[in-house]
């Protein structure tokens, strides 16, 4: 079984649309996350969520939306896409946001392609 | 704020040679640093780490010292293979998050 999996695994779609992106983890995890890595291979935390409840917003714009119905799912909804969402998008979990040793697991990506 | 910086990349080596990747840091107080790994179209995955200064974190050959005194988290393997062939990054954890370098590209070539 996966340990972190994210649909879908490319996405895509025009300027204005709006799309989801969805991670599941079956770690039994308290803390998922969500990374953006742009073309350069730069990665950087958007959001991050322990016990459905949100942690870290990285100033991210509000078109960006993460929503938890439950401590296994992270999903991320966009809103009016732009040319600069384009980027691979990474989930991710850890059994702990206070742990400073924990070790972060990391779904496959989401290739977001703007046109 | 807290900061990672790596040696710029490509870094390409032939089968067997010896392999560092230069990894240093920014940060108040003793962060946590790790090396993850991200294979060709695969998400990263953890590849080794250290809590404290002086630790020495090891994995299918790969060992990185965190060294307080220098700030540093350097990447060696003595004899790297095609199968090595990733993008690596360093990273240290700060205010519930980890902080990512900007990634080393290395090829392998047989």
């Known amino acids: 079984d996966t340990a972190v999996s994210q649909t879908p695994k490319y996405l895509v779609t025009q300027m204005g649309n709006d799309k989801s992106i969805k991670c599941e983890q079956n770690l039994g995890h308290d803390t998922m996350y969500w990374y953006k890595q742009d073309s350069k291979k730069f990665l950087k935390i958007m959001f991050s969520y322990n016990n459905k409840e949100l942690i870290i917003n990285e100033t991210v714009p509000n078109r960006f939306s993460p929503k938890s119905p439950d401590k296994a799912h992270l999903n991320l909804h966009i809103n009016s896409l732009e040319l600069g969402d384009s980027a691979v998008y990474f989930c991710?979990?850890?059994?702990?946001?206070?742990?400073?040793?924990?070790?972060?697991?990391f779904g496959p990506g989401t290739r977001l392609t703007v046109l | 704020g807290d900061s990672v910086t790596q040696m710029e990349g490509p870094v390409t080596l032939s089968e067997e040679a010896f392999l560092t990747i230069n990894c240093t840091y920014t940060a108040t107080g003793y962060p946590s640093l790790f090396w993850y790994v991200q294979y060709p179209g695969e998400g990263l995955q953890l590849l080794l780490k250290?809590?404290?200064?002086?630790d020495k974190g090891s994995n299918k050959g790969f060992e990185a010292t965190y060294r307080k005194e220098t700030t540093s988290f350097h990447l060696e393997k003595g004899s790297v293979q095609v199968s090595d062939s990733a993008v690596y990054f360093c990273a240290l954890y700060s205010s519930e998050k980890l902080v990512f370098g900007k990634g080393t590209k290395l090829t392998v070539n047989p």
């Open positions: 991710a979990s850890s059994q702990d946001s206070g742990g400073r040793t924990d070790t972060q697991y």
């Open positions: 250290a809590t404290k200064a002086d």
